[in-house]
Nanobody, 127 residues
Framework: QVQLVESGGGLVQAGGSLRLSCAASGRTFSSYAMGWFRQAPGKEREFVAAISWNSGRLFYADSVKGRFAISRDNAKNTVYLQMNSLKPEDTAVYYC????????????????????WGKGTLVTVSS
């Protein structure tokens, strides 16, 4: 099973950008679909984006579509979340998640129980 460690969070002004990284341990990273979730203060965790094992399919929550981009580098065992045009409502702890599947469609990613979670990285967007 993979272990996940997020990085790249921080404080940014509205309209700015951040890139989150999630480094995975293990030699089977390419067997996992990967995704990002977030949890804002006082709110439930919500799905942000997902990517298939070979980057062939992507899916985004409507709230981030057109502003965020998920990508992965299987050679580096890393998945990324590029976040542009950030808004104060994007403030949250962002979590990386892994699902052991090469067949799941990214749009269905959040319907499954994840096989691994990172501990999260805090993103704060000031107005």
């Amino acid at each position: 099973q993979v272990q996940l460690v997020e990085s790249g969070g921080g404080l940014v002004q509205a309209g700015g950008s951040l890139r989150l990284s999630c480094a995975a341990s293990g030699r089977t990273f390419s067997s996992y679909a990967m995704g990002w979730f977030r949890q804002a203060p006082g709110k439930e965790r919500e799905f942000v984006a997902a990517i298939s094992w070979n980057s062939g399919r992507l899916f985004y929550a409507d709230s981030v579509k057109g502003r965020f981009a998920i990508s992965r580098d299987n050679a580096k065992n890393t998945v990324y979340l590029q976040m542009n045009s950030l808004k104060p409502e994007d403030t949250a702890v962002y979590y990386c998640a892994a699902l052991l599947s090469r067949t799941v469609a990214p749009r269905d990613f959040s319907d499954y129980d994840m096989d691994a979670w990172g501990k999260g990285t805090l993103v704060t967007v000031s107005s």
